[in-house]
């Protein structure tokens, strides 16, 4: 148990499904990130959130839509998503200052059909 | 790229032997960390090394640091079968906001 907590672990949606992944952290971090892992690929930064406030956004795809409503939460809005967006989404928080460790939840393993 | 890259992609080695993976990278850095992952599961903070350090001991974890050559070791000593996992590398690329950047990681599997 790390702290940080994502729902669900797998889900599977279709090209035309809108669904959400949502992450929680009991940690008192002030900053909460996306990331995505795909199969012999390197994890990719996709969303930086601190106090709350988006300040980073890696040239993400506008079908991925993320949401930060306060610190301990994240959510990870999906729509018309493509085959090739089928990876491990992980959800980390970190103190989001230098020198800090990451703490991440055990992902949701997303499919798309 | 601002990423780690770390070399071997797999290593396969037996219980007791010592396993060494590596780490290069692009960007100045604060500091670099590595992270192990059992297989679909989330990333777990091993060791974070300062850029003004060049060596750190956690338990049977040693892991340098030459950023002259912008590179890092992790070394793993007397494994064991449960060290079986991927280890990653991150890097703060300069940032002091806490966001990491990672690699591809190395397959580790240690036989019994």
């Known amino acids: 148990e790390t702290g940080v907590t994502q729902t669900p672990r797998h889900l599977v949606m279709g090209m035309t499904n809108k669904k959400s992944l949502k992450c929680e952290q009991h940690?008192?971090?002030?900053?909460m990130y996306w990331y995505k892992q795909s199969a012999k690929k390197p994890l990719e930064l996709m969303f930086v959130?601190?106090?709350?406030?988006?300040?980073e956004n890696n040239s993400v795809p506008s079908r991925f839509s993320p949401e930060c409503p306060n610190s301990s939460h994240l959510f990870l809005h999906l729509h018309t998503l493509q085959p090739e967006d089928s990876a491990l989404y992980l959800c980390?928080?970190?103190?989001?200052?230098?020198?800090?460790?990451?703490?991440f939840g055990q992902g949701t393993r997303l499919t798309v059909v | 790229s601002q990423q780690g890259e770390e070399d071997p992609q797999a290593l396969s080695i037996q219980e007791g032997e010592n396993a060494t993976m590596n780490c290069s990278y692009k960007t100045s850095i604060n500091n670099l960390q590595w992270y192990r992952q059992n297989s679909g599961r989330g990333l777990v903070h091993l060791i974070l090394i300062r850029s003004n350090e060049r060596e750190k001991h956690s338990g049977r974890l040693r892991v340098t640091l030459d950023t002259s050559k912008k590179s890092s070791s992790l070394l793993i000593t007397a494994s064991r079968a449960a060290d079986t996992a991927s280890y990653f590398c991150?890097?703060?690329?300069?940032?002091?906001?806490?966001?990491?950047?990672f690699g591809r990681g190395t397959q580790l599997t240690v036989w019994p």
């Open positions: 991150a890097t703060d690329a300069g940032s002091t906001l806490g966001r990491l950047y």
């Open positions: 940690l008192g971090h002030n900053a």
């Open positions: 980390a928080s970190s103190q989001g200052a230098l020198d800090t460790e990451a703490f």
């Open positions: 959130y601190n106090f709350k406030e988006q300040t």
